[in-house]
């Protein structure tokens, strides 16, 4: 039996450094999602995102199909000019 390597997205996931923003993909019932947000950490079995909507995500390794790093959110944006604040 040949020995299972890992694949891409899980081998830069457990060389990533905790506080790098990535976003993952990964497979859940009916389909996949993504978890965008801040890198907490990886060990062999999951992955740890903390997202903005959804708190910490773990995700299994094994569910994983793609994962990057991105670039830090946009600033966000004031109140537009003419609008007063509620």
């Keep these: 039996m040949i020995p299972a390597t890992p694949s891409a997205p899980v081998s830069f996931l457990a060389s990533a450094a905790p506080g790098t923003r990535v976003v993952v993909r990964y497979r859940i019932e009916g389909g996949l999602t993504d978890a965008l947000g801040e890198l907490l950490a990886a060990d062999a079995e999951t992955c740890t995102v903390r997202t903005a909507r959804r708190g910490d995500v773990v995700v299994?390794?094994?569910?994983?199909t793609a994962a990057k790093q991105v670039p830090p959110a946009p600033p966000r944006r004031g109140p537009r000019a003419g609008r007063l604040p509620s």
């Design 60 to 64: 299994q390794l094994s569910a994983v």
